[in-house]
């Protein structure tokens, strides 16, 4: 890192002209130390009610006060300095000015039209813009008073509308957060109720302060802009920005760049960082990227991967390099020759957990506890993790502390800004040329923190704007943690240029969105359109399309939620499927046991036919994309069409076009799959089923029309020793082995927070070591899952575009009120198919514990790939040898396909 000579000449040229300059640096400067100040200070003032924000501002001039009664007078009492005092029935003082309000007839602007009854009030007497914009910074209070003039109540206002009205317009296409070119640094922050924002200078990530500038106001956007004219690339700052905070007064808060592109360690210092300085390229950058486009959901198989998953473990990766971005450029480690392996056989997109700045992972010195050498079953492994999960190596990371900067925890040096960048673009590069596109789950529906909290980097530079709030103005915590309101437009457009950063500055290909039912579809597709405009390439996006919390159901904006989003081309996961096929994922470990699906357990109960017969519909319906439209005959005999179809009281089929459902059978969320069919099927289960099992899971997956998820360590039996939440569960219920030696079952029992009130129930699991799958077990099960993706890159028919091909090429074979619910299969007609490579496609999924026989018309042989002498499931072609003329004979627990020819 270069620290550049010319620092001295900042501070002198900021210091300069003061009398006696040096005590006055000292003096100044300790606002911007860290050792000095707290990251919030405290400044002088008249003291503050308390009260809670029950009114909005929805516009530059209208307020709504729901559940309020209009009689009385209503009044907007302003204070620079604070000290205003209200009571319920006495005259409210303590105010410097009152604005007056009078009820209005218009109507709430869009995006405000879910708020409660109440008054509607506009400024009685037109307020110009510099009035209104003085009444946003300090103590606001509406007040109804009755006709002497006791208050009757009062209330704060959230002013995010307000906000959004007055400066949003010449907001939204500002550049914020801080450019470094040869000639110039320039920074911007949105902090349009700040009264002052300053910017503390740093020469190094560790070293003193060195300067502190003030910066200018913009008043049409609510910016403040600073320049200085030089390279300040290799300094470091922070913000002073000094906002009034209910409850405290005036509080100056020192807080990082909400738009850091880089941080120095534990993100205390926002890094003056130029992206396209040489130190942030990697060799070849520049060079046009010949990874594969896809213009379309349903032909990405995503893989989910950790980053610290991948090679923590992996002895093949140089120790340095563990757990690290670095780890993926070790081209020979078993980590890389697995990813290349998955890449071969048709997994297109990897999809990373959290890579930007996340707050739970100390990024220096963070520790990786040593195991106990335990039984199986024993607590202790648990007991060791969790003493200092807290400070410990890993964690999934959905807590976003800065949006726009890589994690620094995965770099070889985090307090060198460059590195992490570098390394990142290393990673990518090096995943690309595996011929992987590179994926990453974005969290922008919450922040790690809110309020006054150290890491609450957005609340503390606009209290009140970027979180969504509740009635009572609280902060609404329905995701885990502190909600963000992408409705917000500067919100939405942290969000949107954040990820115009991602895919521009690191040639990112798709992404996924961490509970985006919690965001408006229209900010998710005006985002799209955007990149597509600016990128000139397609990037795809796929989404927890959940619909609870707050803005369940529209409450507040239209959700780009599961049924929300039909026809927009956003992907979202679908339960149905993945319900059907693998039972309940919710509950006790004994409701869960209870909760089979068609894969582990409903079959081999009669008294659950019908269950079985509904699993099988809504696996079907997943093989057809889990189209809305798409008809097919049910087990009750009628044709019906996927919205027909019940799933928990919603229509099973949703999805507009194929790919808008996501299909999975695993994810990093709750147990692996070959975790749940430990506590679903009898434990007399051999191992051998339960692999059959597992890769006819990945089947029912990969063959349907979709998008295609799979989560890191399903094609390997990946156990987390029966762990339901891994998020914190260290490095020992993370472990991934792509040397194929350990599955991860039996490590001890897992975490006691999420999992003590089951030890009782799983112990006897864990310490069965019949469970434990061996390395040659492991090595069958990759290349079995590998024989399905194969099979689903064989042929175009696998992703047909439009749900009308779906519909005129996809038909099932012994549905209806007398199928046996055990068999599912389809027909993918190619006739006239570009690409099809087969006339027909059969695919059989067979989840009988008995081999199954079947009638099909056609002359049907099997898939080349289970024809060959290297097929992974050696049952297949001699069980289809015992056939008698004209039957197809299947094993058990198998999906097999066959292929037609001809004319
Ligand atoms: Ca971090
Ligand atoms: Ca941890």
């Given at each position: 890192m270069t620290v550049f000579s010319r620092l001295g000449w900042v501070s002198w040229v900021l210091f300069m002209g003061l009398p006696t300059w040096a005590q006055s640096q000292t003096r100044e400067l300790a606002a911007c130390d860290e050792t000095r100040t707290p990251f919030a200070q405290a400044l002088p003032h008249a003291g503050a009610a308390v009260l809670n924000a029950q009114a909005y501002g929805v516009s530059a001039e209208l307020f709504r006060w729901p559940g309020q009664p209009l009689d009385g007078q209503f009044r907007l009492l302003h204070s620079a300095q604070g000290g205003i005092q209200v009571a319920v029935g006495e005259q409210a003082q303590g105010f410097d000015s009152s604005f007056p309000l009078a009820a209005s007839s218009r109507d709430l602007p869009a995006g405000f039209t879910w708020l409660g009854a109440g008054p509607t009030l506009q400024w009685a007497a037109p307020l110009d813009r510099t009035a209104q914009l003085e009444v946003l910074r300090g103590q606001t209070i509406l007040v109804r008073e009755d006709e002497r003039g006791n208050v009757l109540a009062a209330t704060r206002i959230q002013m995010a509308g307000a906000l959004d009205a007055l400066f949003a317009d010449a907001a939204e296409p500002l550049s914020f957060g801080i450019v470094s070119r040869p000639d110039r640094t320039e920074g911007r922050v949105w902090a349009p109720t700040a009264r002052t924002v300053e910017v503390c200078v740093y020469?190094?990530?560790?070293?003193a302060p060195s300067g502190r500038l003030a910066a200018a106001w913009d008043a049409a956007s609510g910016s403040w802009h600073w320049r200085q004219p030089l390279d300040m690339q290799g300094q470091f700052v922070t913000y002073l920005v000094e906002v009034w905070v209910e409850g405290q007064g005036w509080v100056r808060q020192r807080v990082t760049d909400p738009y850091a592109v880089s941080l120095s360690a534990n993100s205390r210092r926002t890094a003056v960082l130029d992206l396209s300085a040489p130190q942030t390229q990697p060799k070849g950058w520049n060079a046009p990227t010949r990874v594969r486009e896809i213009q379309r959901l349903n032909e990405m198989v995503v893989y989910e991967l950790h980053v610290r998953d991948f090679s923590r473990d992996d002895p093949t990766v140089r120790p340095a390099w563990r757990g690290k971005y670095n780890a993926f450029l070790e081209g020979h480690s078993y980590g890389m020759r697995h990813l290349r392996a998955l890449a071969q056989v048709g997994v297109t997109d990897v999809h990373l957990l959290p890579v930007f700045d996340l707050a739970t992972v100390p990024e220096q010195g963070c520790l990786e506890p040593k195991l106990p050498?335990?039984?199986?079953?024993?607590p202790l492994q648990q007991a060791t993790v969790m003493a200092v999960a807290g400070q410990d190596c890993f964690n999934w990371g959905y807590d976003p502390f800065h949006f726009n900067a890589p994690e620094g925890s995965f770099a070889t040096d985090p307090d060198d800004p460059a590195v992490r960048v570098r390394e990142f673009r290393q990673m990518v590069q090096a995943l690309h040329r595996a011929g992987l596109r590179v994926g990453m789950d974005m969290v922008y529906n919450h922040t790690t923190a809110a309020g006054q909290k150290e890491r609450a980097v957005l609340d503390r530079i606009v209290p009140g704007y970027y979180q969504r709030l509740n009635a009572q103005g609280e902060v609404e915590r329905s995701t885990c943690c502190d909600n963000t309101a992408t409705e917000h437009r500067m919100m939405a457009k942290l969000m949107s240029d954040s990820l115009l950063l991602w895919s521009r500055e690191?040639?990112?290909?798709s992404y996924r969105f961490d509970l985006m039912g919690h965001q408006p579809r229209a900010a998710m597709l005006a985002m799209r359109e955007r990149l597509r405009r600016e990128l000139g390439r397609e990037i795809l996006f796929i989404g927890e399309g959940w619909n609870f919390g707050e803005v369940a159901n529209g409450a507040r904006f239209v959700q780009a939620s599961q049924l929300s989003l039909k026809g927009d081309g956003i992907g979202t996961f679908s339960d149905r499927g993945r319900d059907a096929a693998r039972g309940g994922s919710f509950g006790s470990v004994k409701d869960l046991m209870g909760s089979k699906g068609w894969l582990n357990g409903l079959l081999d109960d009669p008294a659950r036919r019908l269950e079985a017969l509904r699993a099988a519909d809504l696996l079907r319906l997943q093989l057809a994309g889990t189209l809305a439209e798409f008809r097919f005959v049910t087990h009750e005999g009628t044709a019906k069409r996927g919205a027909e179809i019940d799933y928990a009281g919603q229509p099973a089929g949703y999805a507009d076009q194929p790919g808008e459902a996501v299909h999975y059978v695993e994810n990093h969320d709750n147990h692996t799959l070959f975790d749940a069919n430990v506590l679903k099927l009898p434990p007399a289960a051999s191992l051998a089923e339960r692999l059959f099992r597992q890769t006819l899971g990945s089947a029912l997956v990969a063959w349907s029309q979709g998008t295609v998820y799979v989560h890191a360590g399903q094609e390997l039996l990946r156990s987390k020793s029966l762990d339901r939440n891994s998020y914190d569960s260290g490095d020992a219920f993370n472990r991934l082995d792509y040397s194929l030696r350990d599955n991860g079952f039996g490590h001890g029992l897992p975490p006691e927070p999420d999992n003590g009130r089951d030890w009782a129930a799983i112990a006897p699991l864990l310490g069965n070591a019949a469970l434990r799958p061996t390395p040659a077990q492991l090595r069958q099960a990759v290349a079995a899952f590998g024989d399905v993706m194969r099979i689903r890159s064989s042929s175009s028919l696998f992703s047909l575009p439009t749900a009308a091909e779906v519909q005129k090429r996809v038909r099932f074979h012994g549905s209806g009120p007398h199928q046996d619910p055990a068999l599912i299969v389809a027909e993918l007609d190619g006739t006239g198919w570009p690409g099809a490579r087969f006339q027909g496609l059969l695919l059989v999924f067979n989840g009988a514990s008995e081999a199954r026989e079947l009638s099909v018309p056609g002359a049907w042989r099997l898939h080349p790939v289970h024809a060959s002498p290297n097929a992974a499931d050696r049952r297949v072609a001699p069980t289809l040898r015992a056939s008698r003329p004209g039957v197809l004979r299947v094993p058990p627990w198998s999906a097999v396909a066959f292929v037609r020819d001809g004319g």
């Open positions: 020469p190094g990530a560790q070293a050498k335990a039984a199986p079953s024993s690191y040639k990112l290909d």
